[in-house]
């Protein structure tokens, strides 16, 4: 998206138009949000020409929006989404399978979700160093293409 322009060297936050805010010193923040002492509204919060709030930062820090489209990693106190992707689970043989996932530990919490609806179930056996054991009570007669995600405590 286009930088906004719409102020006199950064000295005010325009009313109307774009704005930019540039830092000056490579290692300072480039903006801090300090609430009052008893503050208890939201730090922030972005909304549409219609008032509806698409995204906000809460009092306490946490973040709620619409959708959340991340690449790489995201943190959350002591635990971090370290991947997310898709499993071809040959739902013909039923049983286990046993699937390479690059950054798996072993203490790992795996989350699966079929991309369409299934006849029956497929549940994480058992989480690896680097494989995903997957146990399949589906009686699927195709492959079922499945979303994971990876939560990591760190």
């Known amino acids: 998206m286009a930088e906004g322009n719409k102020t006199f060297e950064g000295l005010a936050v325009p009313l109307y ?8 010193t490579a290692a300072n923040d480039i ?58 689970l040959s739902a013909q043989n039923v049983g286990t399978a046993t699937f390479a996932v690059a950054g798996l530990t072993a203490n790992d919490v795996v989350v699966l979700s079929p991309r369409e609806a299934t006849d029956g179930m497929c549940v994480v056996s058992r989480v690896f160093a680097t494989k995903l054991e997957i146990r ?16 990591a405590k760190t």
């Open 17 to 24: 138009g774009e704005s930019e805010v540039q830092a000056q």
């Open 31 to 88: 903006l801090t949000l300090t609430g009052a002492g008893s503050h208890s509204g939201d730090f922030l919060v972005c909304q549409n020409s219609a008032g509806s709030e698409l995204a906000v930062i809460d009092i306490s820090g946490n973040v709620t929006g619409t959708s959340l489209d991340v690449s790489g990693q995201v943190e959350a106190a002591s635990l971090a989404v370290t991947g997310i992707g898709t499993l071809n």
């Open 136 to 151: 399949n009570a589906s009686s699927e007669a195709a492959d079922v293409e499945f979303n994971y995600l990876v939560i």
